[in-house]
């Protein structure tokens, strides 16, 4: 009589095991489900998704999953699994509503789904002033933006939009980029023209000139534009991210041709408040101040007279008059922090213009 194959045996238990596992699983997840129902009933049948939308709160579960998580899968996957499980929570009758800067395959794209997970509603819009009007008018509930990159710096027209604009900066998002050479064709010698946007044809400009120094460049708006481009044309490739390949059905001929391994992408949420502190929070301010010597200075000293830290200062003409500047800082802690709070209290009697663009929890988790 042949014996029991051990293996087989242990193999079979395993599986056991894990359908079990699976099950208990299912119906947390729709435990979970249930109560956030029920949250949602005790404020209000009438309101909209909007309404029960906390980033403040999302920011603290996240940041319990990685305090928690000890392997074996990474911190990343861990927070991309809850953010699912959030995102399809809140969605349960109406899905938040997101403008981002399109076409469809961008990176601004893959942030929305980062940051709110894949059970939204994303709209796609061509330009950023597209995204902060669709917003201001309530056709959306957020919006995501770029705002700087490691590598080639600011987002300038993202800050400029600030200067007109009523809208709150509600979250951050850290995006590593990878970018990849998208084309039909099976060898670079086939290759004549390449298309993306100019901040990814900067980002891999040492790669190009070794590989395809004689290739014609061609700056397109956007890196799903490049690859719309290329989908038909054999003798072309797009410099763009893996989404966009899926989109439009290119091969990668060569991934991560990005020349610094650090490359990242930060971009902001937009929508029309400020949320409550989430105990890890950034603030944005914009401020001017009266011309003359000593002028940065008098703005930043109140910062440093009630211990709060600036992590980042970008300076923008303003429209008060020829060359005359604004400043976007950001600091660490939120408006309601009372450290914070002292210092804005004294930047309004000292400044010209003294405005909190938004307070709003740090990026929880670059992904690698």
Known sequence: MKKPDKNATDLGRIRQEIDRLDENIQGLISERARLAFRVRQSKGQNKKAVDYYRPEREAQVLRHVLERNEGPLSDGEMVRLFREIMSACLAQQESLKIAYLGPEGTFTQQAVHLHFGHSVHALSHPGIDVVFDQVQAGEADFGVVPVENSTQGIVSHTLDMFLLSELKICGEIELRIHQNLLTHATSLDQIERIYSHEQSLFQCKGWIRAHLPSAEL?????????????????????????????????????????????????FLVIGRHIFSPSGRDKTTLLLSGHEGPGLLHSLLEPLHTHGVNMTRIESRPSSLGKWQYVFFVDIEGHAEDDSVAAALKELKQISKLSKVLGSYPRAVITPP
């Open 218 to 266: 061609i700056v397109v708006s956007s890196n799903g534009e490049a690859a719309r481009r290329v989908r038909n044309a054999p003798d072309a490739a797009a410099i763009a991210g893996r989404s966009a390949a899926e989109v439009y059905g290119l091969p990668v001929l060569f991934a991560g041709i990005e020349d610094r391994p650090d490359n990242t992408t930060r």
